[in-house]
């Protein structure tokens, strides 16, 4: 079966210019999550999604960053304005389901590198 | 806010040698995950563990959750160079180390295995 897939896998922009990641999860997964890698880290957790209702975005790192899930599936993080300091791996990843119902393992996708210069 | 520190942030060993990597949490946490990442590669999903003093193994893996549960270790007996990557211990992110659907990840050890 496919895993999590996320396009681009390589962006580089201009700083002030608009991106947007996409994340497809695995198929039936309720729970949907964002994550920024910087190198030699751990992720860092920036949102999620259980369906298509955004639980928790305690983690965007400022309101240059926008996340949605329209119809419970695949997943956009748009970062607007880019900045130099944006760049980073964005990683999405999936489970089972998520919240008080317990923690299920996440599956993660590739990434997308995204570079702002 | 809640922490999970891991040490040794680097881990060198010769292929055959024995390697632990541990975790603490700031707070009680309801349960614990680890990750493996091969360099170049995405975090992969290693095992959960829910219950105070739980033990589990896999193989040449042992993974134990403290009785407090605010810590954690993973121990791998006899390493190979298939072992070789960032091995992260994740807690659910939330008040009370409850779950509520996201992680905080420790910032990982890198194991490297000479042959």
């Known amino acids: 079966g496919a895993g999590v897939s996320q396009s681009p896998r390589y962006k580089v922009t201009k700083r002030g210019q608009d991106v947007a990641l996409r994340c497809d999860p695995i198929?039936?997964?309720?729970?949907l999550y964002w994550y920024r890698q910087a190198l030699g880290q751990g992720p860092e957790f920036l949102t999620y999604?259980?369906?298509?209702?955004?639980?928790?975005k305690s983690g965007l790192p400022n309101d240059r960053f926008s996340a949605e899930r329209p119809e419970g599936s695949i997943s956009t993080l748009t970062i607007q304005r880019t900045e130099q300091r944006d760049s980073a791996m964005y990683r999405c990843?999936?489970?089972?389901?998520?919240?008080?119902?317990?923690?299920?393992?996440?599956?993660f996708g590739p990434g997308t590198r995204l570079t702002v210069t | 806010g809640q922490q999970v520190m891991q040490i040794p942030q680097y881990q060198h060993v010769q292929e055959g040698e024995d390697f632990t990597t541990y975790c603490n949490s700031s707070?009680?946490?309801?349960?614990i995950q680890w990750y493996k990442q091969r360099p170049g590669g995405h975090p992969v999903f290693l095992i959960q563990?829910?219950?105070?003093?739980e033990v589990k193994k896999q193989k040449r893996l042992t993974f134990q959750f403290g009785e407090a549960k605010k810590n954690s270790s993973l121990h791998i007996t006899a390493t190979q160079t298939t072992d070789v990557g960032t091995y992260f211990c994740?807690?659910?992110?939330?008040?009370?180390?409850?779950?509520?659907?996201?992680?905080?990840f420790g910032q990982g050890t890198i194991l490297t295995v000479h042959p």
């Open positions: 990843a999936s489970s089972l389901v998520g919240g008080l119902a317990g923690n299920y393992e996440q599956y």
């Open positions: 198929s039936g997964h309720v729970s």
């Open positions: 999604f259980n369906y298509e209702a955004q639980q928790d």
């Open positions: 707070t009680t946490l309801s349960n």
């Open positions: 563990l829910v219950k105070s003093g």
């Open positions: 994740a807690g659910p992110k939330g008040a009370g180390g409850t779950s509520y659907g996201k992680l905080t």
